[in-house]
């Protein structure tokens, strides 16, 4: 059984554990990586309309953190395009139970894009901090890993949020002539090209 926390005692608690979480991705994977504010959201547009959580626990089924990785192989970058949100973006999503952020960005990676990654570094680490509408936003941790390509052929799946958009509606490599304007990440991405 859940216990309720107080509103202000969960969102200190889910801050604890971002830090906690972004300190390890990057001791284990950067010597002097990118830090950046939080960055203020909204709940995803197709995840239903979720209260402020009650506790850590309810707020860890919802969205425990974040792993996303920037894929170059031989000059391009690789990217999706999300049936949900205008632009482009790098493959990357949701944390699964037990896992490190930098394996959720290997897994989804090869999820979202068919291809096999390894991860090589941290482009940046740092939190989302989401608005459910309490006193608090609640922070979510979220490391954007910078990776190669080991494998794999690219392909959009076949999957459809809850709203029944495409998750990905398409794959593409990207050379720096050809980096779409609405690219996320746009300018640190041309760094690494």
Do not use: C
């Not at 216990?3 to 994977?29: C, I």
């Not at 792993?67 to 970058?77: C, F, K």
């Not at 940046?124 to 490391?143: C, K, M, Q, S, T």
């Not at 709203?163 to 760094?191: C, H, K, N, Q, T």
């Amino acid at each position: 059984m859940v216990v309720s926390e107080d509103p202000e005692t969960v969102a200190e608690r889910l801050r604890e554990r971002a830090r906690r979480l972004r300190e390890r991705a990057v001791a284990e994977h950067a010597d002097d990586p990118l830090m950046l504010d939080p960055q203020p959201i909204d709940p995803p547009p197709h995840a239903t309309d979720d209260p402020f959580p009650s506790s850590v626990e309810e707020q860890l089924d919802r969205l425990p953190g974040v792993g996303g990785l920037v894929v170059i192989d031989d000059g391009r970058v690789l990217g999706v395009k999300q049936g949900y949100r205008d632009g482009w973006t790098n493959p990357g999503g949701a944390q699964d139970p037990g896992e490190s952020l930098a394996e959720t960005a290997v897994r989804e990676t090869r999820e979202e894009t068919n291809i096999e990654a390894e991860v090589t570094g941290v482009l940046y680490a740092r939190d989302f901090a989401i608005d459910y509408g309490g006193p608090e936003r609640v922070h979510v941790p979220l490391v954007v890993f910078t990776g190669r390509r080991v494998g794999g052929s690219r392909a959009a799946p076949l999957v459809r949020v809850s709203s029944g958009e495409p998750e990905i509606e398409d794959v593409r490599w990207f050379d720096a002539e050809s980096l779409p304007a609405d690219f996320r990440d746009r300018e640190l991405i041309l760094e690494l090209l």
